[in-house]
Each structure stands twice: as C-alpha cells, then as structure tokens.
C-alpha cells in the first residue's frame, strides 16, 4: 500500500447533524436545547470555572509567591556537552546553534559537570567558578560577553 493508495472507508466519516433547518429534520425548532434557560441562548452558558455562585477552587486555595517577569533566563551547558568540539576551536552562540546544544536564544550559562583535557576558547554570557577553573587548567580561555 503507498500513501496516494489510502482512502476513508465508507461510512468511517459521518457527516454532521444539521441542526435547526426544520421540524421534519428532527433537530429543528430548538435546535436540541430545550425550551428556555441560559444554555438555549446564543452565547449562553458558564464561563470556564464557575460553580454555581459557590466560591470557586482556583479563588479559594491559598496564593503565595509571584513569577518575576523579568528574570533572566539561560540555556545551561556543561563541559561534558562541549565533547562535540576539537582542541582550540572557539565555540560561541552560534557555534552552540550548529551543534544543537541551544534550544531558544536566551544567554547561555557554562556550568562545570564533566571534565575536559584539550583547550577550548569559550564565549558565553555567564560562567561557574567550577567550569572556568577546569577550562583554564586545560589550558583554554573562557571570555564572558554581556548582551
């Protein structure tokens, strides 16, 4: 079978009820709901939450803390995701972009998980004092740059 083969079975697909286009449809007149009350009405119906009048859960739990929106976000690399890379390169965003170890472009965050033994030159927005040290006895550099 290839997929210009495929079709829908018969009868697999039912179309939809016509509803209100007549009292010999059988779904005509009210249209399937019933006579009167808020849910006959166009528009009608509750709103997502509401239970009655009673107070509704997501306003009677208790609230604590706040999402600070301006907090700073980062991808955060380790040194053991920096294997991909050969001996002297200079792995910046773009470099990490090619690779695949950056999933958005927030600033990046070198932590030290993992260990390296050949020099890497490193540019980054923020850096462990645990990765800088274990760049530097390896013999690379780690650049900070500020966006």
Known sequence: MKLHELMTQKGSRRKGKRVGRGEGSGKGKTAGRGTKGQNSRSGGGVPLGFEGGQMPLQRRIPKRGFTNIFKKQYN??????????????????????????????????????GDISYPLNIKVDKVSQSAREKIESAGGKVEVVLR
Do not use: P, Q
Not at 84 to 96: P, V, Y
Not at 99 to 107: M, T
């Open 76 to 113: 955060i690399i380790n040194i053991k995701d920096l294997r991909h890379f050969k001996s002297g390169e200079i792995i910046d965003r773009d470099a990490l972009l090619k690779a695949g170890l950056l999933k958005k472009a927030k600033a990046i965050k070198l932590l030290g998980k």
